[in-house]
C-alpha cells in the first residue's frame, strides 16, 4: 500500500488497479471514500481502460479480430509498478504486456499520478499510445464517496453541476448497454437533490453537458469536483448502499445496436502512435465543523 499525505489530507493507494483505497481528512480523521463491500460493491474507486461499461457478450472487436473484455476493461485488475514515491505525491505506472495483449493488442502506457495540495487530491492519467498503429481507447475514474458524507448523517444530500445545466441523461439497459432513448433530465437549473430512488433503474448517464466541475453533499460539506478532457458522466448507486459514485468518463458504452467494434464505441478516442493523451480529476473537500 503507498500512502501520500500534506498536513490536510492522507491517501492509500493500491498496486492492484492503481485503485484509490483511502481519502482522509487529518483533522477529524474522517473517511471520504467508500470503504468496499462484497454485500453491494466491492469498488473503492476503479480506473476504467481501455473501455468503458459493457461490451455485448463481454467482447470487443479490434481491426476484425474478437478479443475478451469485462466491464470497464482491464486496468482495475491489473499490478501497476509504483515509479515514483514522495511525501505528498505518487506515480504509478501500467505498461502493454502479454497479459494485456491477449485482450488489446496494442503496446500502451497508462501512467496515474495522485499528489495531494491543501485539501486537494489531484488525480493525472497520461495514456501513451507505443504502437505503430492508431489506438482507439476510453478512459474515466470512478471514484465511490461514502453517502451521507461525514458529519451530514440524516441531512439532505445534493448534487451540483456548476455550469447551471440540464443535461439529458441516459440510462444502461438490462445487459448493461447504453439503451437509446433519452430520459428527461433529472436536474433543475445544475441542481439534483438525491435519493436513492433515483437509482432503481441503474446509473445515470450524461452524455454531454455535465460540465467539468461537481459538488456533491451541501453548500458546507461536500466534494468538489473538477476535470479536464472528460465529457461524459455518471452518478451511480446500489440502492441502499452506504456510497455515490461521481464518474467523470472520456467514452461510455455502446448502445444495443452498434456492435462490439472497438471504434464504433460511444465517444471513444483514436490516439495516434507516438502520442499521449492526459486527462485530469480534482477532488476537494469541505467540511463545516
Known sequence: MT?????ALRVEIAGLGAELQSIRTRADGAEWLW?????????????LFPVIGR????????????????SHGFARHSHFRLEQIGGDMAELLLEADEAT?????????????YRVQDRTLICRAAV????????????????AFVWPLPGMAGQPHGVELENGGAPVMMRPNADGLIAPTPYPTPFDK?????????????????????????RFGSATTHVRM????LPQFALWQKPGAGYLCLEPWRGMAPFPDQGPAIEQRNHHAILPPGETAEFLMELQFSRDT
Open 190 to 214: 445544475g441542481a439534483l437533490v438525491l435519493d436513492q430512488a433515483l437509482f432503481q433503474d441503474g446509473a445515470m448517464v450524461f452524455p454531454e453537458g455535465a460540465g467539468d466541475a461537481v
Open 128 to 143: 501513451s499510445n507505443l504502437d505503430s498503429a492508431p489506438m482507439p481507447f476510453q478512459f474515466g475514474f470512478h471514484p
Open 101 to 113: 495483449h491477449a485482450a488489446y493488442p496494442f503496446d500502451f502506457q497508462l501512467r496515474i499520478g
Open 35 to 47: 470503504q468496499g463491500d462484497a454485500r453491494w460493491w466491492a469498488g473503492r474507486s476503479p480506473l
Open 3 to 7: 500512502v501520500i499525505q500534506n498536513d
Open 55 to 70: 461490451s455485448p457478450d463481454d467482447a470487443v472487436t479490434i481491426g476484425g479480430r474478437s478479443f475478451p473484455m469485462g
Open 226 to 229: 473538477r476535470s479536464r478532457n
